[in-house]
T-cell receptor
Framework: AQSVTQPDIHITVSEGASLELRCNYS??????LFWYVQSPGQGLQLLLK??????LVQGIKGFEAEFKRSQSSFNLRKPSVHWSDAAEYFC?????????????FGAGTRLFVKA | NAGVTQTPKFQVLKTGQSMTLQCAQD?????MSWYRQDPGMGLRLIHY???????DQGEVPNGYNVSRSTTEDFPLRLLSAAPSQTSVYFC?????????????FGPGTRLTVT
């Protein structure tokens, strides 16, 4: 069965510094990969997704992620973090089967931004 | 266009009580799902539906029932609440059940069972 691992429970970065959030997945075929963000007290919002093609994908709010098949990774990056980026970030992998499309989420990484 | 709406926002139940969490979407999405979110565990799929009249179990279905009589509504029923069901519940929808795509999430229901 597919799974998603986010090794870092929480990360603290300074405002203006670069950010990389790690995500590793386990899936036999080419995966459908997603990053979602959850602000406090809110639902989840899609940042970006990878289905096929260019392995570097751009998302909203200046985020990007790179799919590396050899490492089974889909790390999220941002060159310069803003205080408003403080939130929880979830990596997810999608699976299509006869019963429908299912999404499996990682445990999340909480990002703290210090001034 | 309201997107995905959930009611109530907060709820406190006593052990053994039953209740229904409401979820509605106005985007004509085929696929709807319920997740629970617990600290350190991400989101876990409870039940999902690929269309009106069709539902199926996810990872953690025990203690929950669902039905989907219309495209718009997908209520989640707790039959006899237990403290282990204390959690934040999210409803989500996406356009097509058979293909990958963005899921749109509701704002969540925070449930406490005492």
């Amino acid at each position: 069965a597919q799974s998603v691992t986010q090794p870092d429970i929480h990360i603290t970065v300074s405002e203006g510094a670069s950010l990389e959030l790690r995500c590793n997945y386990s899936y036999g075929a080419t995966p459908y990969l997603f990053w979602y963000v959850q602000s406090p007290g809110q639902g989840l919002q899609l940042l970006l997704k990878y289905f096929s093609g260019d392995t570097l994908v751009q998302g909203i709010k200046g985020f990007e992620a790179e799919f590396k098949r050899s490492q089974s990774s889909f790390n999220l990056r941002k060159p310069s973090v803003h205080w408003s980026d403080a939130a929880e970030y979830f990596c997810a992998v999608g699976e299509a089967n006869t019963g429908g499309f299912k999404t499996i989420f990682g445990a999340g990484t909480r990002l703290f931004v210090k001034a | 266009n309201a997107g995905v709406t959930q009611t109530p926002k907060f709820q406190v139940l006593k052990t053994g009580q039953s209740m229904t969490l409401q979820c509605a979407q106005d985007m004509n999405h085929e696929y709807m799902s319920w997740y629970r979110q617990d600290p350190g565990m991400g989101l876990r799929l409870i039940h999902y539906s690929v269309g009106a009249g069709i539902t199926d179990q996810g990872e953690v279905p025990n203690g929950y029932n669902v039905s989907r009589s219309t495209t718009e509504d997908f209520p989640l029923r707790l039959l006899s609440a237990a403290p282990s069901q204390t959690s934040v519940y999210f409803c989500a929808s996406s356009l097509r059940w058979s293909s990958p795509g963005e899921q749109y999430f509701g704002p969540g229901t925070r449930l406490t069972v005492t």
